[in-house]
């Protein structure tokens, strides 16, 4: 199915030392044409991990996960799957559990069909296939459901069979390609958190694909962000949201202020309009370099009067969005830049309205260096 | 004037309706006649019939030259329908997801034979067939039915295969299922409506087919053939009652294709 004619490196590298990887990726490269979907990624997923390809579209994360699944050939580098090499295995041969994007349940078939069909295409026993299609629906809670059709099923419902589908033959791994994309904001919340459960309970190996940083958030061991067919950083959730490696990762890791500034010493630097800003230390470079100074909405606090803090402007609200548990508020500060902060309804109140001034501070270490390229 | 105090229809809407009316009729008009006439008791084709009587049909089925006629008819046009079917469908697929060099000539040629007019077409399998020493044959038939027929099997499977969802199908590879397996256990049942559809085009193609089952069917007559010969020599009701027979069959055969070619039902 290659768009273009490819050459491939037959050049075989042996599998990561890990111990008993899951999955690994090695050096995979796939082009299509002059487009370059994949730029030569790495990556090892822990049994039992389950690890989120986070990226905006075109990122390359879903060329990724058909690679993993094979339905795509890479044009260099390897797939192994429990220390195998799988690269030109066909995806049959692969032991993939697989939930797609719009679930791709068999209309033609009953619930129970479709969940036996894996099964089936490995030979199992009529009365083992009863007894395990049973089993399955009783995991993903839909007991009883097995003789409808997928059409008589909820949005929700048909989630849950595809998930049954897909672990009920016991696979080595299991992808997730925006399974969510399709539910109500409630209904995919809910179903976001069974499917972590249910993946924790049975110790499933996991490769999620999502663009939603808070659905990876809320799922992953770790993450894995990619960026123009690469991984631009991985690491655990933690990891990501609070140490972004660079622009990319942080611009797209929620919602944050992030100000190019300048080096001025160890600890300092200087944004636009002048003002000096303090933040936590680590090697970024030498002074006079750029860095972007990354401060999420909620750090900032209202000081009060004589309070101090390493960073500390008087300033005046330019804009106030109103978001039900908490308010945004824009804030030009005095030496002439703006920040946006989030605050608690409660305490900054709906007291505070465009033109009022205040004095905000925050920490060095509520401040985080970014590489700026 | 309805109760409401409604005006009565515009002029236009009654021309609009004269104007269908007028279409219908013309298109029922055959019919209309026909049926009658294969129920008359009069020798010639006479309209109206001076009597009723089956004799035409009785006719129809103690005349073994009409029967043997139907039979070969019947047995070219279902070998035509399993063939063009085939070969239609793979050659769907090949069009639909294939990507190679020299794909859209590919799909010129394979809708040719809805092009080419059928008297030249004719004339170039019968030169093609007589080097090969097969005219009379029915086989020659169902090869020059064939190629008739797969341009309707290509457009009706090609259509329903480039708006399927593919996702069914890896779906289906990921599961366990080769390819082959996957298409005919998930993609085939879901496009049956079209398949259905297209098997009954190929039926008919081949079943209606008189020009290369003349210049091919040496003197192994098919029904079209025979109707002709009929026609041309002697003209009687049977012609009628044969005319009657073909609409039935092929009647029966459309409520076969709504009631099977209807969505995908539960299998088992």
């Known amino acids: 199915m290659g768009a273009a004619p490819s050459t491939r490196d037959s050049t075989h590298s042996a599998a990561p030392e890990t111990s008993g990887p899951g999955l690994a990726v090695t050096g995979v490269v796939r082009r299509f044409g002059a487009v370059v979907a994949l730029g030569g990624v790495d990556l090892a997923v822990r049994r039992g991990e389950l690890l989120t390809l986070l990226g905006p579209s075109g990122s390359g994360k879903t060329t990724l996960l058909k690679v993993i699944a094979g339905f795509e050939i890479p044009d260099q580098g390897s797939v192994f799957l429990g220390g195998q090499d799988v690269t030109f295995a066909a995806p049959a041969k692969r032991d993939i559990g697989m939930v797609f994007q719009n679930y791709a349940l068999f209309p033609h078939m009953t619930i129970a069909q479709n969940i036996a069909f894996p099964l089936e295409m490995r030979k199992v026993s009529k009365a083992a296939i009863r007894e395990r299609v049973d089993n399955a629906l009783k995991q993903v809670d839909l007991p009883g459901y097995g003789e409808r059709l997928p059409k008589q099923l909820s949005g929700g419902q048909q989630q849950r069979a595809a998930l049954a589908r897909a672990i009920v033959f016991g696979p080595s791994l299991l992808l997730l390609d925006e399974p969510f994309g399709a539910l109500d904001r409630k209904l995919r919340e809910q179903m976001q958190l069974e499917v972590r459960r249910l993946q924790q309970k049975l110790g499933l190996t996991a490769v999620f694909v999502t663009h939603d940083q808070e659905e990876a958030l809320i799922m992953s061991d770790r993450i894995a962000v990619m960026e123009q067919g690469r991984i631009a950083q991985l690491g655990t959730p933690q990891d990501i949201y609070h140490h972004p490696a660079n622009r990319f990762v942080a611009g797209f890791m929620g919602e944050s202020n992030l100000m190019q500034a300048r080096l001025t010493g160890p600890g300092t630097a200087s944004v636009e309009g002048g003002a000096s800003l303090r933040f936590a230390a680590g090697a970024v470079g030498p002074a006079g370099s750029a860095v972007g100074l990354l401060l999420r909405l909620e750090r900032p606090r209202a000081l009060k009067d004589g309070e101090a803090a390493a960073n500390a402007f008087a300033g005046s609200v330019v804009e106030v969005i109103y978001l039900g548990e908490t308010v945004k508020y824009r804030i030009r500060l005095d030496p002439g830049f703006e920040i946006v902060v989030r605050w608690p309804y409660r305490e900054s109140g709906g007291s505070l309205k465009v033109g009022d001034r205040l004095r905000v501070g925050w920490d060095a270490a509520d401040m985080q260096p970014v590489a700026w390229t | ?268």
């Open chain 2, 1 to 268: 004037m309805s109760p409401r105090g409604r005006p009565g229809l515009p002029a236009w809407r009654i021309a609009l309706y004269a104007w269908c009316g007028l279409v219908f009729f013309f298109l029922m008009m055959p019919l209309v006649i026909v049926f009658p006439l294969s129920f008359s008791s009069s020798p010639y084709l006479q309209f109206p019939p001076p009597g009723w009587s089956l004799r035409w049909y009785v006719a129809y089925v103690n005349d073994t030259a009409w029967i043997d006629a139907t039979l070969r008819s019947v047995k070219i046009a279902v070998s035509t329908t399993v063939l063009a079917t085939v070969l239609g469908t793979m050659l769907a697929f090949g069009l639909v997801r294939g990507r190679y060099p020299g794909k859209a000539l590919v799909n010129q040629v394979s809708l040719m034979p809805l092009i080419v007019p059928g008297i030249i077409y004719s004339i170039a399998a019968y030169s093609l067939f007589a080097q090969v020493k097969m005219i009379g044959d029915w086989r020659a038939i169902v090869l020059g039915h064939a190629v008739h027929a797969i341009p309707y099997v290509v457009i009706v499977v090609g259509a329903a295969l480039r708006t399927y969802d593919e996702a069914y199908e890896l779906a289906a590879m990921s599961l366990g299922a080769g390819r082959l397996r996957a298409i005919w256990r998930v993609t085939l049942p879901q496009i049956r409506p079209a398949l259905v559809s297209a098997m009954f085009l190929a039926f008919i193609s081949s079943f209606d087919e008189l020009v290369v089952a003349m210049f091919l069917g040496g003197s192994n007559m098919t029904l079209p053939k025979k109707m002709f010969d009929n026609i041309l020599n002697e003209i009687d009701p049977t012609i009628a009652a044969v005319s009657v027979l073909q609409v039935v069959l092929v009647s029966l055969l459309l409520v076969v294709v709504s009631r099977f070619g209807a969505g995908a039902k539960p299998v088992g």
